[in-house]
């Protein structure tokens, strides 16, 4: 199985501060019909997941400008431009190149 | 507007079984793919298994002989039927589309006796 390594676990940030989060699989996530199914889901304190940035880097329909989501291979970064606190919640890397599809333990994002 | 809406949730005895239904709607449902994920309390996010819009099933090594995806396109449902659950399969499952791009609120399914 491929594992998703994400770093840090737990990130305090102050209001208006950037914040980053990575993401490592033990494989490349390159797959054969040329896309990276790396996708970043957020998860606020009693709410479903959602769906931030899908294949790296494209952001679904809604998600605030300041989220981005890059890299390639196996590693990947998902940056949040300026944290605001309705970012607060759990964000969770997964992959969906290799079978069975596999996420990385979450990251808890905090206000500081 | 995109929409799924888990059902069937609650206590199940070890050994037992549960079938766990979600209802979609809002979007082509039959040329979409779909997958059940789960949640145990405080932890982090589990994918269970995944049915292709053409029939292809997957399943985690942890569910595989005892969990069965299926979907109806007519009625737009997708369900998971849960045989002999464990203690360890308690959790709030959820079903999602795609590759995750929506997400239904959840049905929580406790696994005790």
């Known amino acids: 199985d491929v594992v998703m390594t994400q770093s840090p676990l737990s990130l305090p940030v102050p209001l208006g501060q950037p914040a980053s989060i990575s993401c490592n699989s033990s494989?490349?996530?390159?797959?054969?019909?040329?896309?990276?199914?790396l996708h970043w889901l957020q998860q606020r304190p009693g709410q479903s997941p959602r769906r931030l940035i899908y294949q790296v880097s494209n952001r679904d329909s809604g998600v605030p400008d300041r989220f981005s989501g890059s890299g390639s291979g196996t590693d990947f970064t998902l940056k949040i431009s300026r944290v605001e606190a309705e970012d607060v919640g759990v964000y969770y890397c997964?992959?969906?190149?290799?079978?069975?599809?596999?996420f990385g333990q979450g990251t808890k994002v905090e206000i500081k | 507007e995109v929409q799924l809406l888990e059902s069937g949730g609650g206590l199940v005895q070890p050994g037992g079984s549960l079938r766990l239904s979600c209802a979609a709607s809002?979007?082509?449902?039959?040329?979409?793919?779909m997958s059940w994920v789960r949640q145990a309390p405080g932890k982090g996010l589990e994918w269970v298994s995944f049915?292709?819009?053409?029939?292809?099933?997957y399943y985690a090594d942890s569910v595989k002989g005892r969990f069965t995806i299926s979907r109806d396109i007519s009625k737009n449902m997708l369900y998971l039927q849960m045989n002999s659950p464990r203690a360890d399969d308690t959790a709030i499952y959820y079903c999602?589309?795609?590759?995750?791009?929506?997400w239904g609120q959840g049905a929580l399914v406790t696994v005790s006796s």
């Open positions: 809002g979007f082509s449902y039959s040329n979409s793919d």
């Open positions: 997964m992959q969906g190149s290799h079978w069975p599809w596999t």
């Open positions: 049915i292709s819009h053409s029939g292809i099933t």
């Open positions: 999602a589309r795609g590759h995750f791009s929506a």
């Open positions: 494989q490349s996530l390159l797959y054969s019909d040329g896309n990276t199914y």
